[in-house]
């Protein structure tokens, strides 16, 4: 008994400071939740508790299902393309020895030390010379590109915890590189993975700036630029109540997400960090 009472004293303090964190991080999503579903003057649920004001935001220029088809097409384009090229930059980086592979691997992390809005002209002048200027999968390429540096950093890391003993007694048996990818080390480094898809459509559904600069019509918004939009529609009144809600259907896929995959994201995270 003790014992027991020892234990949940020493747990106490962490208990409390965890639980303190929560609450100041969860608090803004559970008042905009509740706020978007109660009465408030100049919206469109002025008069008791309902879903007035998503109603406005389904009916917002091209419909709220068009922008979340929009951010969802540019959030599984770029976590698509992050996997793949990250998959295979890792692997190639975390397995093969050619010349000036650690120069390349410090190149490819230097462009985290490049602002992110300095490129975002330049980048919009060579989309449109490509022709894929005001274009869903120009912004998806250019969060792609802004996503690879992390997501190669993690699946190197990622691979080089996998003793190569598994390489060697794989290759013996008679596997090529691409099926020893396959087959053996693919299953393995699963977890950073996940962490990188979960940065990658993280990153995706919620940036504002590059829709913003490479996005000219209104019916290629993303959901983020469409809820900053309808902030300001009439007159310059804000709808609180209509951003409030907008607001909950941008967190709500994220939050769910990241419940769903918090386990895989944290051994993503602590892959690599005990190997000697």
């Known amino acids: 008994m003790r ?72 959030s599984l384009l770029t976590v698509t393309l992050t996997l793949l090229i990250s998959l295979l930059g890792g692997y190639a980086f975390a397995r093969f020895k050619f010349p000036g592979r650690n120069l390349l691997f410090l190149a490819t992390l230097a462009i985290l030390m490049v602002p992110y809005a300095t490129l975002l002209i330049p980048l919009y002048v060579l989309l449109n010379n490509v022709g894929l200027a ?56 699963k977890p950073g993975l996940i962490t990188v898809g979960l940065f990658a459509f993280l990153a995706a559904w919620n940036d504002f700036i590059a829709p913003l600069i490479l996005i000219n019509d209104s019916d290629q918004m993303t959901l983020p630029l469409a809820v900053a939009n309808l902030r300001g529609q009439v007159q310059g009144v804000v709808d609180y109540g209509a951003t409030e809600a907008g607001v909950v259907v941008l967190a709500l896929p994220c939050t769910v997400l990241f419940l769903l995959l918090q386990r895989h994201y944290v051994r993503g995270f602590m892959t690599g960090a005990l190997k000697g």
Request: glycine share 10%.
């Open 134 to 189: 005001n274009s869903l999968v120009g912004v998806a390429l250019v969060l792609t590109m802004f996503q690879l540096p992390f997501a190669t950093f993690m699946m190197r890391i990622s691979f080089e915890a996998i003793p190569r003993e598994l390489d060697e007694a794989a290759q013996v048996d008679g596997c090529s590189s691409f099926a020893l990818l396959r087959r053996v080390l693919l299953p393995s480094v």
């Open 3 to 74: 014992t027991t009472v020892a234990g949940v004293a020493l747990r106490m303090p962490y208990w409390v400071f965890t639980g303190g964190l929560a609450a100041i991080f969860l608090f803004p999503l559970g008042w905009t939740a509740v706020r978007s579903v109660a009465p408030q003057p100049g919206t469109n649920q002025v008069h008791g508790w309902g879903f007035g004001n998503y109603v406005t935001l389904g009916g917002y220029q091209a419909g709220i299902w068009r922008y979340l088809a929009n951010s969802a097409f540019v």
